[in-house]
């Protein structure tokens, strides 16, 4: 298993536990992902939720490159693995605490936009590689324009591989809630996540729901032309792939 899951006093702890891939997300764990989501809405025993990462070196650094998405040949359709592994995205309403100690890119994303609030080390970092390897960033663009002003979100998307967002300036810009020593990120979110199950529970999925529907329909609207963005902006899958291979040598210093 790739998604690993302990539940102790009303706090789960989902992690996800691919460091030798820096937990980038295949099939396998974003199917997941998404079944440990859904299991969350019948088991009264989970009152809140906190997401991490093992390992120390990153979070989530996104979907693993080395995995073939097989895609329909419809200019109309598109498939994306990672658009059901957060908690929204399955009909969950408890509170989930993202816990990222180092790297969080790229899909990442999709779980940093469905958290309530994000609890990072000192020592994260934040970015978005899409542009670089020539890939339209939608969703994940759309994701962090709701928890970023919209030029720090907007620069991110944007810089792609050459621009990196340390914990303090996501602490200044609001993406992260609360920044801690280096690898203290998932206790403090656990210490956190205890508060809130505490909490009556109805109360608390009641508040975000609440707090979802505030910026809801602005979102559903975005999200519905990330395929035909992602359709016409990315480039073919071998060009990107000659990208991805360059990365090394093309790093920035």
Known sequence: ???????????????????????????ASAAELAAVWRS????????????????????????????????????????????????????????????????????????????????????????????TYGMVSAYEAILMAQRMPYGEAARMALMGTAERLSAARAHATGLVSEVTAPGAAAATALRRAAVLAAQPTDAVQGTVRALWAAHEATRERALALAPQLIALGNLPPDRQAALFAARERDAPT
């Open 1 to 27: 298993m790739s998604i690993r899951t302990e539940i102790a006093d009303g706090v789960a702890q989902i992690t996800l536990d691919r460091p030798e891939r820096l937990n980038a997300i295949d099939l």
């Open 40 to 131: 969350f809405r019948f088991d009264d025993s989970v009152r809140a939720a906190v997401v991490t990462g093992a390992g120390g070196r990153a979070f989530c650094t996104g979907i693993d490159r080395s995995v073939d998405v097989p895609q329909p040949s419809s200019p109309f359709s598109l498939d994306d693995p990672l658009l059901r592994i957060g908690p929204k995205s399955n009909d969950l309403w408890k509170p989930v605490i993202a816990a990222v100690d180092g790297m969080a890119c790229g899909g990442a994303c999709y779980l940093l936009g469905e958290a309530e609030f994000i609890i990072a080390s000192e020592t994260s970092t934040f970015f978005d590689p899409h542009t």
